[in-house]
């Protein structure tokens, strides 16, 4: 097994120190929201903005870097490219720190037309946060572009999307990683543009003052938003394909099924989106009816295929069970729990009694938290460890998983329990009508506080098991 | 009850939204993928008072009187709002003002709505010297009288009172000139309830266009904000029943669309750089393991 | 129970009022109910800003003229009042609202006229009431049980997978595929039947029926106002009528046609059990028409759950059903 390579390395670094702190940042809102800390309350927003700021953006770049990675196995990706792309994505980190922690910058993540405009803030601070999007959006643009073209310059356009699969031809081969990716790299592309047209539209009210319609803005920004969470979550699955198979000593391979399935998944997921607009009421109702049943489809190729794939992999096979190799499996699980209470919010007549209240980041966080961030960091193990010489040892894989998993779901539990009884989401303090949210809340920072604890465990083991493998000969 | 005063109204158009009822089944999944274009051109159209009047006019419900028809029937103007919706305006035969230049625009626009009107238009005089015939007259001087979605009407004095009070319309007969004062006032009526009216002269055709879209059900849910560019997905022509894509649905379908053509754009160039244009076997994976090699520990 | 207070107040009062007064102190106070409502009070608590009960008191006139007319100019010269109320308020800094300043006189005196017949606002918060959780929705229970039953069936079958890797074996694959299938049925025969019986049943309001009642909302930062007549713009806020306690006749169809005045907020009406009815956006240039039957009489709270800025949890407005 090769050496990971330096540009991975610098990301799993990125991810050791931002990921905790922003966990952290987290449990500072479910706690000021549990009334325990009045003092810092004033903050809650800015930190709101900054965790879900951090957290989207971590948790594209993160599996996206895992997937450059793995690809690098079948095409040559520039690594100045790859090296552009951290350096672009520290500097819009920075940026953000900035306009939050000093300008008290307070949109929320999705930044939602014309709240940053009129929250109160200076207005340097979003002038910064634009630019800090537009860095960060001029970064993620350039390595989709260079990743695409790193598969182009192997496969052609349909090669890649495996549309022979789909005649019935199986040559020539193409691995569900460079399927995926594809898939998710031209869907990346249209999410980034879709910012870049928001962002314009912001700076033209800003400079021009040229108001736009709020419906259009919405449509974008959310066109955006859910794009990019969906594609991060298929980056994962990606490199759940790519290295799961290594693990069972079964292949996974495409086939006609799989080809089918992310072909569908790349028309879908652009459909989607229409499920956050559901309580705009007016939003031509037949895109309404769109965003339910393309929200409902995009369930099939997920659940049908690649987990019950994943499953059927590893089903009564040699599977070599290890930190790796459990984090891929149960991550998998997590995204399939995250998906169910998703379809459940995407019926309409659900979502007039569960939008925006916490049932929508108790989906959100499960099938990142519990999905994608499980699946990553299962990748960044699995090449930590390398070409290691022994198994894993010792007891504390199962005080990690332990921890991760109680810590973990009992968290997610408290988002569904809560917003099951109607308490709003976004709220820094519950008023009395809801003021049995801080119980939940409470609990809820303890469970986080208790996941927190498992990753910081797992993140040690890493370092230990890459410092061992990189000492030992390969 | 509703904590309101007496005089009430409630609530009416908020510039230029307009309230109506979405189309039944099949036409509904139409009528639902436009949002109604028949507001656009309004940009504050109406002055604030006028436009206030109007909205306090918005849910009263009406009496209802006995009407003598011009064809000669007798009606009560219930029986007409429980068939249709109904486009009530009030005139008088002998009015040299802008009583017949009104009627002209009603009845031109009525005219231009394509489709099946789905209401009727109803002219009722509030001058106690018109009759029956004098209706009959004026339906033939409009060439309406064969027309079955025009109606013209006369009521007895204390009737035309009451539905004048109800409406908030005035009439003072000035007796030098034998003419009346009055304003010029449309409304629609839905199963007794006004859901929409217009007050004053000259009658925008937009205005009017929305009063028809009102009565036969569509709802356009935005209006205009200062300096706002108007970028809206879809934009309905109520008088002709067109769907127009504004230019906020290019903005929307474009990066879906960019980002196909910029993919199909890299794997040409992509193609042109693999050597020849043809296709290579996709060789052993670079690095991949073989199938069959054990990863040395999990 | 406070904005009854204050209503009350000034029915008393305005008798006692001379015309001209009375002329000048409706103007101050249709100013303040357009432009300072939303952040503030008198005699009914902090909200974003600060209680403005006794205001008049505690600062010199000459101050607080400056400080309505031109409050971004005083925090840009760092004027060390204007600093401590900024921190005290969340940081969300007064807005510069256009307020000239005969009027500032006249809101001044308004103040600390009404000031004068509120009750004093309590110096100790009251003891934060803790309510217990509802019972869940119809609509929700079934939510989270299906959610919770899909849930334990993933966490079964994973379970099952994982167990059966401690008796490796080859698989018929065949066979496999043909499970596929039945799920692929199973599932998109369930999806199918929840779409068809989901579909119809949207909140968006249909052609069949009116309602009863039609009362329009509009939504600002960070209060909402209830209204008979249409609110276009902040300008309406002074001259439509408002209807501060909104009655609505149990068992009647009610139509809230909703707009937003600044940003994107959200009208999300909890019923007599506390729970989340129904709800729409309120957004900046358009009207959502919520329509609601309101089968249960009692106390209706409206929440915002669109996330606003710094008061977004302090945004609600009351309405009875009898």
Redesign the interface.
Known sequence: MRQISPLTLSWILVVALLFPILIVLGIYMRTVQA?QLPSL??WF?PVMTLHGLGMVGLWFTAPLACVADALKRYVKPSSTIGWLAFGGTVVGIVLLLVCVLVG?F?A?WYF?Y??PL????PQWSTVLFLVALTVLGVAWLLWSLDLLRAIAQRYSLTHALAWHYLAGRNEPEVPPLVLISTVSLIVCVAALIAAVVVIVLFFADMSGGIKT???LM?NLTFFFGHVIVNLSMYLGAAVTYEVLPEYTTRPWRTNR?VALSWNAVLVIVLLAYFHHLY????QP?TV??IG??AS??S??PA??VTI?GA??L??????R?GLASVLF??G??GW??GG??A???S????N??????L?VPAHFHSYFLMGLVLMTLAYFYHCCQGAAAHAERGVSRWWIMGLTLFGGYGFLLMF??AG???V?????????????G??YAGAAAAFAAMFLVGLLWLLGRMWKRWAETSAAPT | ?????DV????????C?H?S????AAS?LLAAALLSGAALACAASTSSSTF?EE??L??HRLPDIELSLGDGRIAHLSSLWREQPLLLTLFYRRCTGTCVPSLLVIRDEIARTRQAPEFRALGLSFADSDTAEDMRAQAQALALEHDPRWLFAVASPPDVKRLADALGFWFRRDLTSEQYDHPTLIVGI??G?IVRALLGYPISNEDLRELIWELR?R?V?????PG?LRLRCFEYDGRTGRVRPDWGLLLLLAPGTIAMVIAGTVFTVGARARSGGAARRVAEPLLRLRPGVHKPSA | MRIIVLSLASLLLSPFIAPSVAAAQEQAAAIFQQKCTACHTIGGGKRVGPDLAGVTQRRQTDWLVRWITRPDAMLAEKDPIAVQLLAES????M?NLGVQESEARALIEYIGAQSAAASAPSTAAPA???????S??P??????I??LL??VL??V??IA??V??R?????D?KK?YGL?RV??FV??GG?LV??AG??S????????S?PD????VAAR?FDFYF??????SVADLSTV?L?K?????VGSSTEF?V?SL???H?F?L?GPE????????A????????RVHLDAAGRY?V?C??????G???M?IELTVK
């Open positions: 009334e309350q004033s927003y008290r307070a929320g939602l014309p709240l009129m929250g109160g803030w319609d709020s419906l919405k099924v309580m705009d009421f007016a109702t309404q009816y339910q049943i409902y489809a369930s099939i659940a049908v019950f499953l059927l590893v089903y009564r096979s040699s599977m069970w499996f149960v998998l699980a399939a729990i169910v209470g379809v459940i919010d019926t309409i007549t659900v007039a009694v569960l939008h925006n209240t049932w569904y329990l099951a009884l109607s709003p989401r976004r709220y820094a303090i519950y008023p009395a009508e809801v003021s049995y801080a119980g | 009850m509703v904590a309101r005063s009430e109204a409630l609530g009416g158009d908020i510039g939204a309230v009822r979405s189309l039944s509904r206030r909205a306090r918005i849910d839905v199963q309830r059900g709802f849910p935005y209006y205009q904000l706002q | 969340a940081q969300v800094p807005p934060p009431v803790v309510l217990p959780p509802p869940l929705g609509v929700q229970r079934t939510a989270l299906l959610f899909l849930t993933i966490t079958v994973f997978v994982a059966s890797t008796r490796p074996s080859t698989v694959v496999a596929r799920f692929l599932a998109a999806l929840a779409l989901t579909l049943r949207t909140p968006y309001p249909g052609a069949d009116r009642h039609i009362v329009y930062q209204s008979l007549e249409p609110i276009v009528p209807v306690h909104l009655e609505l006749p046609r707009t600044d940003v994107n959200n999300a909890y506390r729970r989340l009815l129904a709800q729409t956006q957004m900046p240039g358009y009207v959502n028409r919520l709270q929440l759950l669109e996330y606003c800025g710094a977004h949890h302090l609600q």
